[in-house]
């Protein structure tokens, strides 16, 4: 069993820099694949990124690509996710999750344990 829990957000103004960690308890850690999600007020939740086991593949969101930087570091049981340029539309509750496999058609699917979010936002 693994708890997930994400520190980092804040408000901050368009166009800066934010990074969100997630920490990791339990066994095993890089036996994980893990993901980013989002959920704004009223809309559903979205995939942002994710991150294979090694860290050797990553997967972006189209609306984050080349905004958002995901990585993760085994020895320290510890995923992050370094926000630049940030947009309004950025403006969300962010997610760490934990899981077994990467669905590129379904990221949710394969993610098995979930954080409960720390909340980006931001201003124009």
């Known amino acids: 069993q693994l708890q997930l829990v994400e520190s980092g957000g804040g408000l901050v103004q368009a166009g800066e820099s934010l990074t969100l960690s997630c920490v990791v308890s339990g066994p095993r850690f890089n036996n994980y694949v893990m993901g980013w999600f989002r959920q704004a007020p009223g809309k559903d939740r979205e995939f942002v990124s994710a991150i294979t086991r090694t860290g050797g593949s990553t997967y972006y969101a189209d609306s984050v690509k080349g905004r958002f930087t995901i990585s993760r570091d085994n020895t320290k049981n510890t995923m992050r996710l370094h926000m630049n340029k940030l947009k309004p539309e950025d403006t969300s509750l962010y997610y760490c999750?934990?899981?077994?496999?990467?669905?590129?058609?379904?990221?949710?699917?394969?993610?098995?344990?979930w954080g409960k979010g720390t909340l980006v936002t931001v201003s124009s």
């Open positions: 999750a934990a899981g077994h496999d990467i669905w590129v058609d379904d990221y949710a699917s394969g993610m098995s344990y």
